[in-house]
């Protein structure tokens, strides 16, 4: 099924615009039809051969470069292009399974579906077909893939494969907002979205990006059978205590505050955003963030009980040692001691338990 329908999109467009000024949304079908100037449908119809093997050709051709990850070095070029080729890629005609699809042309899954933000100030004007081509490609400034099933223990839920935008275009937040605004649209759907965040505390800027939608942690996920990519944190946006109006107000920084406790966020860092923005290159942030991965890498990672028991409330005294310390470098704090940090030592109240091992076999989730 398609979850990015182009009434929903251009209801979201609308409701965003501000932010969107300089920019258009596609669809799968629209940017079909704005990239290749004829639908999915007309190529499926092609009567001559080599006018299908040039468009195929294109295809693998914008599925390779044409794309706003592969520029990025938290992104893998090859994770990036299979997703691409399972949400775009040309179906190959008159095949009846997978073993005479070619790797440039095959069939869409029908679980995968994705999203573009185009530059509408790029001109691509040309009367050359392949600088017109290039142009376009050159106007890709971001774009979304998602799944629905990956996670095998939710498998009517999507879950967000690759999200990347360029350097100074459109807001991540907004394709992300697309997507929760999609879902919520379609309440025949299970009312939430999934994601890996690569690097963990690390990547704080997408760490504050997707809370503010709504994504908190959520270890009930690691499993084989759902999310287990090393250095990746699993995160879940529960769209039933969400209304429409609130994914917008995100969207657009309209937002009330809010204020996470130990359980929803160990690291104390949301709490803390406005000064960690401020201060992205003060050592004791960084500390912050070393000692909050150190615990999510015991916890999930490399989780080993007898290690874990002992190494985590050594962490954790750090840990507060250190979100103190940092919070008395921000003296104009609008949050500050308890009521910010996670003193206590608490331990996640979500229980993972021991759950079978699956067979899937996936790749790495990477975020920005």
């Avoid at 907002?177 to 025949?188: D, E, F, Q, R």
């Amino acid at each position: 099924m398609s979850l990015f329908r182009e009434t929903e999109i251009e209801e979201y467009s609308n409701l965003v615009s501000r932010l969107l000024s300089n920019y258009k949304l596609h669809n799968r079908e629209t940017f079909h039809k704005w990239f290749f100037g004829f639908t999915e449908d007309d190529a499926d119809n092609m009567i001559d051969e080599q006018q299908y093997e040039d468009y195929k050709k294109v295809m693998a051709k914008l599925i390779r470069s044409a794309n706003p990850c592969t520029t990025d070095s938290n992104v893998y070029r090859g994770y990036t292009e299979k997703a691409m080729r399972s949400a775009l890629g040309a179906r190959t005609k008159d095949a009846a399974d997978d073993s005479e699809q070619d790797e440039d042309a095959r069939p869409k899954k029908n679980n995968y579906d994705i999203l573009f933000a185009i530059d509408t100030q790029i001109s691509i004007r040309s009367d050359d077909p392949s600088q017109l081509l290039e142009k376009k490609s050159n106007a890709i400034v971001g774009v979304i893939i998602i799944e629905e099933g990956e996670c095998m223990e939710s498998p009517k839920s999507w879950g967000v494969k690759v999200i990347c935008v360029k350097p100074n275009s459109v807001k991540g937040s907004v394709l992300m907002g697309a997507c929760l605004h999609c879902i919520k649209a379609n309440p025949s759907i299970n009312q939430e979205c999934l994601l890996e965040l690569v690097n963990g505390y690390k990547n704080l800027s997408a760490f504050y990006s997707y809370t503010g939608l709504g994504f908190l942690r959520d270890d009930s996920l690691w499993d084989d059978r759902c999310f287990d990519t090393v250095r990746c944190m699993p995160m879940r946006v529960d769209l039933s205590k969400i209304s429409q109006g609130d994914i917008i107000n995100k969207v657009l920084g309209r937002g009330p505050k809010f204020i996470l406790d130990s359980d929803d966020d160990p690291s104390g860092l949301w709490n803390r955003k406005i000064h960690a923005l401020q201060n992205k290159n003060d050592e004791v942030l960084k500390e912050i963030q070393k000692i909050s991965n150190e615990m999510l890498e015991l916890t999930l990672w490399k989780k080993d009980e007898d290690t874990s028991s002992a190494q985590i409330p050594i962490l954790q005294d750090k840990l507060n040692t250190k979100l103190e310390e940092f919070d008395k470098l921000t003296v104009h704090s609008e949050c500050r001691g308890l009521k910010c940090s996670i003193l206590g030592g608490r331990t996640r109240k979500k229980s993972r338990g021991k759950k079978s091992r699956g067979k899937k076999s996936r790749g790495k989730k990477y975020y920005d």
